[in-house]
């Protein structure tokens, strides 16, 4: 079967796990997952099925929005609360100024990378350079951050944000950053996915009722918002999944192209050159 499914994922376990209870449920092996999220984070998690695991690195593309709490005069090795605490300082708000601290966000350009991530480095993940004790200068990121709102405060050190974020942000750096900024530094406590591109979480299926994954079923072109539509009928559809090449009798703009049949199932991703479509993914119809 070829599906994305939506997960809302609890706190305490990691994205594989939602895989593998997701594979319990279903019955089908083949299940992939488009932007890991740390097992002390939660939130929405797209999970594709069959041959819609070719699809995930559209849904890994779009910008994703997170709300999280950033406790400030505390750090740890991993940024977050899995990690030991190597540094305390002391900490308490003094006229927070929300709006520069807005400005200052979505004018940021890169973040250093953390190195309990799984980029490699010299071919070895930098976490296992971490749990091996070796210390690395981690290198910097592009990001773009295209939206920062502080929800508010609580004592005298917790801050509250939401942030909308380029593919690749990494959210731990970024509160390392505000924490900076605001003369401190920092760890995020808590950490909520909320929005896929245009997709919310509340969209999601709660953990603790995944038998039925089916009620959550979001088709795929919400997932391929990016793409240009074109919708074959059965003799073009019939082409284009014998992997040939479809020559259109009137001109369309040249790019990626979403092929959907005209019962509205994604029958291919192909490139249009020149009013010649080119099948590069072909998907069966479900059975």
């Not at 895989?19 to 740390?38: C, E, M, Q, V, Y």
């Not at 808590?190 to 979480?201: C, E, F, K, W, Y």
């Not at 003799?235 to 979403?258: C, F, K, N, V, W």
Request: some cysteine; hydrophobic content about 40%.
């Amino acid at each position: 079967m070829n599906a994305f499914v939506l997960i809302d994922k609890s706190d305490g376990i990691t994205s594989f796990d939602v895989i593998r209870k997701l594979r319990k449920a279903s019955g089908i092996r083949k299940i992939g997952h488009a932007g890991t999220l740390d097992p002390f984070a939660t939130g929405l998690l797209i999970c594709a099925m069959g041959q819609y695991t070719r699809l995930l690195k559209y849904a890994e593309a779009s910008d994703k929005t997170y709300e999280a709490t950033l406790l400030l005069g505390k750090r740890t090795s991993t940024g977050d609360p899995e990690g030991e605490v190597i540094e305390e300082r002391d900490f308490s708000f003094d006229n927070l100024d929300a709006a520069s601290l807005r400005e200052r966000a979505i004018a940021l350009e890169e973040l250093r990378l953390p190195q309990y991530s799984a980029i490699k480095i010299d071919g070895k993940r930098a976490y296992q350079y971490a749990r091996d004790g070796v210390k690395l200068e981690m290198p910097m990121r592009e990001v773009n951050i295209h939206d920062f709102e502080v929800l508010g405060t609580e004592g005298k050190n917790l801050l509250h944000y939401r942030v909308r974020v380029s593919k690749g942000t990494y959210i731990r750096s970024f509160s390392e950053w505000l924490a900076a900024e605001l003369g401190s530094i920092g760890m995020t406590t808590a950490l909520r996915r909320t929005r896929i591109g245009n997709i919310s979480v509340d969209s999601a299926r709660p953990m603790n009722d995944l038998q039925h994954w089916k009620k959550y079923i979001c088709p795929a072109r919400e997932i391929l918002v990016g793409i240009s539509e074109y919708i074959a009928d059965s003799e073009e559809t019939r082409i284009l999944q014998s992997g040939q090449y479809l020559s259109l009798p009137e001109a369309i703009p040249d790019g990626d192209y979403a092929i959907y049949d005209e019962a509205d199932l994604l029958v291919a991703i192909a490139y249009c050159e020149k009013s010649r479509i080119k099948p590069k993914l072909v998907f069966n119809k479900d059975s």
